[in-house]
T-cell receptor, first 114, second 117 residues
Framework: AQTVTQSQPEMSVQEAETVTLSCTYD???????LFWYKQPPSRQMILVIR??????QNATENRFSVNFQKAAKSFSLKISDSQLGDTAMYFC???????????FGPGTRLSVLP | DGGITQSPKYLFRKEGQNVTLSCEQN?????MYWYRQDPGQGLRLIYY???????QKGDIAEGYSVSREKKESFPLTVTSAQKNPTAFYLC????????????????FGPGTRLTVL
């Protein structure tokens, strides 16, 4: 069974600075998909970024980028120019091909400080 | 606007009662999911359905039941057999639950907070 680990329960960053959230996973699959979701205080889950394991290029979405290290089974999220609205829980998620569901990590609570 | 709605937002239940949480989507998605969220544990899958009139147990299905009579609707019943039902419940949907395509992200509803009195 796949597992997803987020080793940082809580993090904080100053506004306009850069922060990196860690995620590691365990799988025997060679092809799969990885996601970062954001859950702000409203508790609405929002997709931040996705990565296909067969793509070597790291995904980027505006201020959000990932560092995907397939051999190390690592999928970290970098947030540049942090904004107050980035304050949220961040969940890393794994999905295998033809999979019926995601496996979520326990989450990292990020606070952006003014 | 397309999206997923969940009702009610807050729900209180007395011990021994069954309660049903509603989830409706107008995204024309085939697959729907129910997750439970507890502090420090992320999201855990309760049930999922890839097609109308079919559903499968997730990791923590005991004490819960679902139905999928319509594509748009996937209600979750929390039965009295669920010993610790107080939690935040999230419903999600995706275009196709089994295609394995990268765009097969899950879209989430706003959630229901269930509290047992």
């Amino acid at each position: 069974a796949q597992t997803v680990t987020q080793s940082q329960p809580e993090m904080s960053v100053q506004e306009a600075e850069t922060v990196t959230l860690s995620c590691t996973y365990d799988t025997s699959e060679s092809n799969y998909y990885l996601f970062w979701y954001k859950q702000p205080p409203s508790r609405q889950m929002i997709l931040v970024i996705r990565q296909e394991a067969y793509k070597q290029q790291n995904a980027t979405e505006n201020r959000f980028s990932v560092n995907f290290q397939k051999a190390a089974k690592s999928f970290s999220l970098k947030i540049s120019d942090s904004q107050l609205g980035d304050t949220a829980m961040y969940f890393c998620a794994f999905m295998k091909p033809y999979g019926q569901n995601f496996v979520f990590g326990p989450g990292t609570r990020l606070s952006v400080l003014p | 606007d397309g999206g997923i709605t969940q009702s009610p937002k807050y729900l209180f239940r007395k011990e021994g009662q069954n309660v049903t949480l509603s989830c409706e989507q107008n995204l024309n998605h085939d697959a729907m999911y129910w997750y439970r969220q507890d502090p420090g544990q992320g999201l855990r899958l309760i049930y999922y359905s890839q097609i109308v009139n079919d559903f499968q147990k997730g990791d923590i299905a005991e004490g819960y039941s679902v139905s999928r009579e319509k594509k748009e609707s996937f209600p979750l019943t929390v039965t009295s057999a669920q010993k610790n039902p107080t939690a935040f419940y999230l419903c999600a949907s995706s275009i196709d639950g089994a295609s394995g395509l990268s765009y097969n992200e899950q879209f989430f509803g706003p959630g229901t907070r269930l509290t047992v009195l």
